[in-house]
């Protein structure tokens, strides 16, 4: 049965163990995954030509004649917006009416849209990685920051991740010169304690955070995106400083746009604030929706994750352009061991079927399971684990070799100039993960 609710109406129809579903692309419906408050925020009312009209934040995202656009970057007049009947309709006007409270909700879509007020909106879901980087930073002793322009945190969500919501300091952000202050802070007083404890500060995300020109000036007026990578530029030429010689892992996240001006062998994708980031990470990974994952028959079904494939664009600590493809589970996060079945059997480290695989160990025993049985054999037998995993780095990761082309098995074993260099680099500088949702 199809229905028009108010956005209201959905928190407590999830609450119940209800179903819901909103009308997506191709005039399909796509199930509600999670109702976000995102607290009061400085609200906008937007107006279509064809009398639509919707309430929203700033940085909330419409589909329109010139791809996604954020409620600032929109200008009344030139700016038309997809509604669900398939045509554009002219924005007419766009008015700060206040501060109002903010809900969104998540959906369960490869392009993470849906028709909100008969307008295509929006939203993208990061947190899951923001989530399973703290959580492993907590697992190894460390201290977390979390830096959040989109004030969208679950925190059941990060619980069942592992994450220990009493040692993560949260710290909500608006503008770019706001944040980096703030890390110029945490930075500061991370110096003040034990520098061999680890520190993770995650930055979610550049492409939603605004500046205090922006802040202050009217819609329509253009400039923003210089002002923007002007500032993360200067910024990131100070913080790397500050972290190279420490044990910090600084990430942001941003989203990928498309560049319709990408020429033959170009890089068609472009992230938001200019390139200061990508040219200052000592990592970049690229993130990409490979599609759902479902369990269960037909009507029965159920979607409980997804596909992911992971490139690294950047890497000045290992070979670049490697990819790995694992999947996410909404309630459990990235299923690190179920890739690790499918790496041995695409490498023939296994020989047999899903019903009993046989791997041989370097002893020469010979070890028998199931894909069942396989997350269980490896979580009770360490030596089994470390063994599986030596394998999987020696078969897939690219060894260093020198001028001789003999393999440089220790880096610690190299003269005297590249210790130096090895020391005085910190390859947990930063990190920029894409995501091209």
Not at 1 to 25: A, C, D, H, R, W
Not at 29 to 47: A, P, W
Not at 220 to 240: D, F
Not at 404 to 413: G, L, N, Q, R, T
């Amino acid at each position: 049965m199809i229905k028009t609710i108010t956005v209201g109406e959905v928190k407590s129809l999830l609450q119940n163990g209800k179903k819901v579903k909103v009308k997506t692309l191709n005039n399909e419906y796509t199930s509600i995954t999670n109702f976000v408050e995102k607290g009061i925020l400085d609200t906008y009312k937007v107006i279509l030509t064809n009398g639509v009209v919707i309430k929203v934040s700033k940085e909330h995202k419409f589909f329109t004649n010139v791809g996604w656009l954020e409620t600032k970057d929109i200008i009344p007049g030139k700016t038309s917006i997809l509604c669900d009947d398939g045509t554009y309709s002219i924005v007419t006007s766009v008015n700060n009416i206040g501060k109002y409270r903010i809900v969104d909700i998540t959906v369960d879509h490869p392009e993470h849209c849906y028709f909100g007020n008969r307008m295509l909106n929006h939203n993208t879901g990061k947190s899951l990685i923001s989530a399973q980087i703290i959580s492993e930073t907590q697992k190894r002793g460390g201290l977390s920051v979390f830096f959040d322009s989109e004030f969208a945190v679950d925190k059941s969500f990060w619980t069942a991740l592992g994450v220990n919501i009493a040692d993560v300091n949260y710290v909500p952000f608006v503008t770019l010169e706001e944040l980096f202050s703030q890390i110029e802070l945490c930075i500061g007083e991370y110096r003040k304690m034990e520098q061999n404890r680890l520190l993770t500060i995650f930055v979610d995300s550049v492409a939603q955070a605004s500046t205090d020109v922006e802040m202050e000036s009217d819609h329509g007026v253009s400039g923003y995106n210089t002002g923007k990578s002007i500032i993360i530029s200067k910024a990131m030429r100070k913080i790397t400083g500050l972290i190279a010689k420490q044990r910090i892992l600084l990430v942001f996240t941003n989203q990928l746009r498309y560049n319709m001006q990408a020429g033959f062998g170009q890089d068609k994708w472009v992230v938001p604030g200019g390139k200061a980031l990508s040219f200052a990470c000592s990592v970049r990974v690229r993130l990409a929706n490979l599609g759902k994952l479902r369990v269960g028959v037909g009507d029965d079904s159920k979607v409980i994750g997804m596909n992911v494939q992971a490139q690294v664009i950047k890497n000045r600590c290992g070979p670049n352009y490697r990819t790995a493809k694992f999947e996410i589970h909404y309630d459990s996060g990235i299923q690190n061991l179920t890739s690790w079945l499918k790496f041995m059997k695409d490498h023939g480290m296994i020989t047999g079927t899903k019903a009993k695989y046989t791997y041989k160990k370097e002893s020469g025993e010979s070890i028998e399971f199931n894909t069942n049985k396989f997350v269980e054999l490896i979580n009770t037998d360490p030596s089994f684990k470390q063994e599986v995993y030596n394998r999987i780095c020696k078969e897939y990761i690219m060894v260093y070799r020198n001028a001789d082309s003999k393999i440089i098995e220790d880096v610690e074993e190299t003269n005297s100039e590249n210790d130096d260099i090895t020391k005085n680099s910190n390859p947990e500088a930063e990190t920029i993960v894409d995501s091209e949702s």
